[in-house]
């Protein structure tokens, strides 16, 4: 074990900011820019710009998802 779990909410929050600020700015430098020699340089830069933007957005608003999720959700 790498982390005691006290620390697993803010795992998570690494682990989903890093697989999702990754694959959509890679989706979006594709569409925007295409394939040439500078797309992943665009790609860093766009990523290195939107990482800790979603981190941030994650860790703040993950409580109040939570709570809205379990409020959709019923039991059976």
């Keep these: 074990m790498l982390f005691p779990p006290r620390y697993a ?6 682990l989903m900011t890093t697989y999702m600020a990754g694959l959509m700015t890679l989706a979006i430098t594709l569409v925007n820019t295409g394939l040439d020699a500078g797309f992943f340089g665009r790609w860093a830069k766009a990523f290195l710009i939107s990482w800790p933007i979603g981190f941030t957005l994650i860790t703040v ?3 109040l998802v939570l709570r809205l999720a379990a409020k959709l959700i019923r039991a059976s």
């Excluded at 909410?9 to 690494?14: A, H, K, Q």
Aim: charged share 10%; aromatic share 0%.
């Design 61 to 63: 608003g993950r409580p």
């Design 9 to 14: 909410p803010l795992v998570v929050s690494v």
